[in-house]
Nanobody
């Protein structure tokens, strides 16, 4: 079992920044692919970003490319999502996910709300 706890969400004005954190426990973190997803009201959950176990490879959704940065600290079992130049359409519940192969995520956090006001 893996427990994932997100934090760092909140209310921010358009153009502002937030940094989300996701702390993992319960299994080996350093071998996992970690991802961030989001779900806006009335919409399906969508992929935001992912990072390889070493941190050397990252991948982003087109909608956040150039504004969001995913990173990880394996010593702290934590993955981050730095979000800059936020837009109202970034408003959603953000979830982190733990996986052992690309596109396959076995564990999910409870989510943290991000609200961007215009």
């Amino acid at each position: 079992q893996v427990q994932l706890v997100e934090s760092g969400g909140g209310l921010v004005q358009a153009g502002g920044s937030l940094r989300l954190s996701c702390a993992a426990s319960g299994r080996t973190f350093r071998n996992a692919i970690m991802g961030w997803f989001r779900q806006a009201p009335g919409k399906e959950r969508e992929f935001v970003a992912r990072i390889s176990w070493s941190g050397s490879s990252t991948y982003y959704a087109d909608s956040v490319k150039g504004r969001f940065t995913i990173s990880r600290d394996n010593a702290k079992n934590t993955v981050y999502l730095q979000m800059n130049s936020l837009k109202p359409e970034d408003t959603a519940v953000y979830y982190c996910a733990y996986g052992t192969s690309p596109g396959v995520y076995d564990y999910w956090g409870q989510g943290t709300q991000v609200t961007v006001s215009s």
